[in-house]
C-alpha cells in the first residue's frame, strides 16, 4: 500500500510558477507509475503528466505540454510536478497517484493524495 501527501500548492498569478510535490510512503515506492491529476469545479479529473517507474519516461498532454515537468526521487520516495507559465485555465485541484501500470486513466490508479489546490489569477 501507498500513502500519498501532496503540498505546495497555493495562489500565484497569471504567467508565475509553482512547484508540487508529493511524498509517499512505503518501500515499494519504485514499483509503482506515478501521475498528476487535476480536477476543476464541474469538470472531469483529467492527467497532467505521468512518469514511469525508473523516471526514463513520462507523459505530457498538450494542454501543459512544455509548461509543465514532471520527475522522481526513488530514494526519498517523492515525485514533483513544476509548473510555469500558469494561466487561469490550470486553476484546478491537483492530485498526485500511483498504478502499478502505465496508463493515464483515472480509473487505473490504485491510490491518490487527497489534493492540494492551485489557483492562478488573471
Known amino acids: 500500500q501507498v500513502q500519498l501527501v501532496e503540498s505546495g500548492g497555493g495562489l500565484v498569478q497569471d504567467g508565475g510558477s509553482l512547484r508540487l510535490s508529493c511524498a509517499a510512503s512505503g518501500r515499494t515506492f519504485r514499483n509503482y507509475v506515478m501521475g498528476w491529476f487535476r480536477q476543476a469545479p464541474g469538470k472531469e479529473r483529467e492527467v497532467v503528466a505521468v512518469?514511469?517507474?525508473?523516471?526514463?519516461?513520462?507523459y505530457y498532454p498538450d494542454s501543459v505540454k512544455g509548461r509543465f515537468t514532471i520527475s522522481r526521487d526513488n530514494v526519498k520516495n517523492i515525485v514533483d510536478l513544476q509548473m510555469n507559465s500558469l494561466n487561469p485555465e490550470d486553476t484546478a485541484v491537483y492530485y498526485c497517484?500511483?498504478?502499478?501500470?502505465?496508463?493515464?486513466?483515472?480509473?487505473?490508479?490504485?491510490?491518490w493524495g487527497q489534493g492540494t489546490q492551485v489557483t492562478v489569477s488573471s
Open positions: 497517484a500511483a498504478t502499478p501500470e502505465w496508463t493515464m486513466t483515472p480509473g487505473s490508479y490504485h491510490y
Open positions: 512518469i514511469s517507474r525508473a523516471g526514463s519516461r513520462t
